[in-house]
């Protein structure tokens, strides 16, 4: 299957279960594995699996072959391998952290939109010399960065603190200490 087929299956995919910033590198420079990897960002471990599964399936049904599927079991970081294309759908929190577009984004290929949804779709960057020029794309927002981290750490620590703390002390342990403390008094 050509690499340009390829990515726009790969992009149509992810825009079908509105991936948020969707981002395509060209990859051919840095190693002979594969030639694109494309980055998107899903906002549960639900999503995440329906984006990887809907990149399986419209894949397959374009005629293209699906080398393996790794961490749909959890969902915070799933890869899909299709061979010339590699690509990863992560969790804000978690792609903010890798940062995997410092790793593979010296060259990234514009993409036009299948849509014009302003929720997700393809990140339009700077044309590579053999690319098309397509300035009409138009941008996708990014995730706020903020939204997701309160939302974790609120739900998680109250929860914490409340079952580290003992609820009630034991009536025979209370009658003891009140024995001693009369005892010590007298």
């Given at each position: 299957m050509d690499i340009r087929k390829l990515q726009r299956t790969i992009v149509d995919a992810l825009?079908?279960?509105k991936a948020q910033d969707i981002k395509v590198f060209n990859t051919s420079h840095l190693t002979e594995l594969f030639d694109r990897v494309i980055v998107a960002s899903g906002?549960?471990?639900r999503q995440t699996k329906a984006l990887a599964s809907s990149v399986r399936e419209k894949v397959k049904e374009a005629g293209g072959d699906i080398i393996s599927t790794e961490g749909e079991d959890i969902g915070e970081w799933v890869l899909v391998d299709c061979g010339d294309a590699v690509v990863h759908i992560l969790?804000?929190?978690l792609r903010q952290y890798?940062?995997?577009e410092e790793i593979w984004g010296d060259k990234p290929v514009r993409v036009k939109l299948a849509t014009g949804s302003r929720f997700g779709g393809a990140q339009p960057s700077e044309p590579l010399d053999d690319e098309e020029d397509e300035d009409d794309a138009p941008v996708a927002k990014?995730?706020?960065?903020?939204a997701v981290k309160p939302a974790a750490k609120s739900a998680v620590k109250p929860a914490a603190k409340s079952a580290a703390r003992p609820v009630a002390r034991p009536a025979a342990k209370t009658a003891r200490k009140t024995a001693a403390r009369?005892?010590?008094s007298k």
């Open positions: 825009e079908d279960v906002t549960s471990n969790q804000p929190a890798y940062n995997l990014p995730v706020a960065k903020s009369r005892s010590t």
